[in-house]
């Protein structure tokens, strides 16, 4: 199976875009202006110093795409980066991979990560013929842990100490999907 979007319209004023080096300046400024917030539950702030860093992610996610094992998007809101989402590298053997995410704090409560993650659960199904999506959020991020429980994953355990986060471990818990129960919600 071949995985080529470029663009993933969602609604009038919101698409998804693969990433793409020429956005790096913007995605870096969004990062940069919601450094603290995102700090509190995402692990790779500290290692992203730099649009310089933002163009190598976006190379690797590139590359990854290359490859056939997934891809990373823009989250394009009223013309501007709201954020990212992707997949984590494609398992293909067991027909699954995990989704990630982050949005500006500016965008939150307009629903467009849920509707985000609503299209890539979709393509991995429908598209890619996966058989499981699974999304891991830290156990206190209510904000991020609502949008699998909104789209009817299944709440499948919490993993212990999953991720360290710059100085303590966070558990995180882990949502789970199948395409079966997704043809038929």
């Given at each position: ?105 500016q965008f939150q409560g307009k629903g467009l990560m849920t509707r985000a ?69």
């Open positions: 199976m071949s995985i080529s979007p470029l663009r993933i319209k969602i609604d009038n004023d919101t698409e998804l875009r693969l990433l793409d080096e020429r956005d790096a300046k913007e995605i870096y400024r969004l990062i940069d202006q919601n450094r603290a917030y995102l700090r509190e539950w995402l692990p790779w702030l500290d290692v992203t110093r730099s649009v310089e860093d933002e163009v190598a992610f976006i190379r690797s996610v590139r590359a990854q795409h290359a490859d056939n094992r997934g891809f990373g998007c823009s989250i394009w809101y009223r013309g501007q980066i709201a954020g990212t989402i992707s997949y984590h590298p494609i398992n293909w053997l067991n027909r699954k991979v995990e989704i990630g995410y982050w949005l500006g704090a993650c609503e299209n890539l659960v979709t393509y991995a199904f429908d598209e890619l013929k996966l058989n499981r999506v699974e999304i891991r959020c830290a156990t206190g991020n209510r904000r991020s842990c609502a949008i699998p429980e909104r789209l009817g994953f299944t709440k499948e355990g919490v993993i212990r100490q999953g991720e360290w986060l710059y100085d303590h471990f966070v558990d995180l818990v882990l949502y789970g999907l199948l395409a079966s129960e997704w043809k038929h919600r």
